[in-house]
Nanobody, 125 residues
Framework: QAQLVESGGGLVQPGGSLRLSCVAS????????MGWFRQVPGKAREGVSC????????YYADSTKGRFIISRDNVKNTLYLQMNNLQPEDTAVYYC??????????????????WGRGTQVTVSA
């Protein structure tokens, strides 16, 4: 049974850093594009970043460019999101998701079709 499990969220002060991880099991991880999304209560889910199945193509939302870095380890079946210089507006639940048709590689945008349960990131002084 396929599963995505996020970890690494927490409380951090403005300007701080966190690294999120998403461990995949029960699926052929290296065949999927992958994405990170975030959601604040009352707002639509936002695509933060994505990476193609082979890791060669990436996308970042304008609000995260220069601060966030997405990466993947296809041996460890793990997706990462390094988040630097975090700001209060980055506060959200962060989700990882598979991108079965690799929209990230094809169209340079995040797409999610199977989701983890999310990890809370709170940026506050």
């Amino acid at each position: 049974q396929a599963q995505l499990v996020e970890s690494g969220g927490g409380l951090v002060q403005p300007g701080g850093s966190l690294r999120l991880s998403c461990v995949a099991s029960g699926l052929s991880f290296d065949q999927y594009g992958m994405g990170w999304f975030r959601q604040v209560p009352g707002k639509a889910r936002e695509g933060v970043s994505c990476i193609s199945s082979n890791g060669r193509s990436t996308y970042y939302a304008d609000s995260t460019k220069g601060r966030f870095i997405i990466s993947r380890d296809n041996v460890k079946n793990t997706l990462y999101l390094q988040m630097n210089n975090l700001q209060p507006e980055d506060t959200a639940v962060y989700y990882c998701a598979t991108d079965a048709l690799d929209y990230c590689a094809r169209y340079g945008r995040p797409e999610g079709d199977f989701w983890g349960r999310g990890t809370q990131v709170t940026v506050s002084a």
